[in-house]
């Protein structure tokens, strides 16, 4: 394990495993998905002992505190000897509610056609006239 002074907050990223590669995190970077003090930061910028970056990731959010500086990638228990997970416990469990097909008009995969109740039900929805 090699510290660093200066080290970008990709390759920063990468090396304690928030992403698979260091492409996905400086395109999390470019397009506003990590933060500093609420503000989007760039690919380029240094790390400093102390930051807190908000990150968020396929519907979870993460806000990590820097507490070691590291340039190469390595495995999981070191990885997490140099940030501090400081995320509250609300925003740490994954959003795992699914809109149900019934709204979006779609039937679920590999159900089959409607039978005719349930086509005269989606008709009705459907159809639905709004009168004033």
């Given at each position: 394990?090699?510290?660093?002074?200066?080290?970008?907050?990709?390759?920063?990223?990468?090396?304690?495993r928030?992403?698979?590669?260091?492409?996905?995190a400086?395109?999390a970077?470019?397009s506003?998905?990590?933060?500093?003090?609420?503000?989007?930061?760039?690919?380029?910028?240094?790390?400093?002992?102390?930051d807190?970056?908000?990150?968020?990731?396929?519907?979870e959010?993460k806000i990590?505190?820097?507490?070691?500086?590291?340039?190469k990638?390595?495995?999981?228990?070191?990885?997490?000897?140099?940030?501090?997970?400081?995320?509250?416990?609300?925003l740490?469990?994954?959003?795992?509610?699914?809109?149900?097909?019934?709204y979006?008009?779609?039937?679920?995969?590999?159900?089959?056609?409607?039978?005719?109740?349930?086509?005269?039900?989606l008709?009705?929805i459907?159809?639905?006239?709004?009168?004033?």
């Open positions: 394990m090699e510290a660093k002074e200066k080290v970008r907050i990709d390759k920063y990223l990468w090396s304690i928030m992403y698979k590669t260091r492409a996905q400086a395109d970077c470019d506003g998905k990590v933060k500093l003090n609420d503000n989007a930061i760039k690919a380029s910028r240094a790390v400093k002992l102390g807190v970056y908000e990150l968020r990731n396929e519907g959010k990590i505190k820097v507490t070691g500086i590291i340039e990638r390595v495995g999981y228990p070191e990885a997490i000897k140099n940030y501090e997970d400081i995320t509250p416990e609300d740490n469990r994954k959003n795992d509610f699914q809109v149900p097909s019934f979006t008009g779609k039937r679920l995969s590999k159900t089959g056609r409607p039978s005719k109740e349930q086509r005269r039900n008709d009705d459907m159809n639905i006239d709004i009168e004033d």
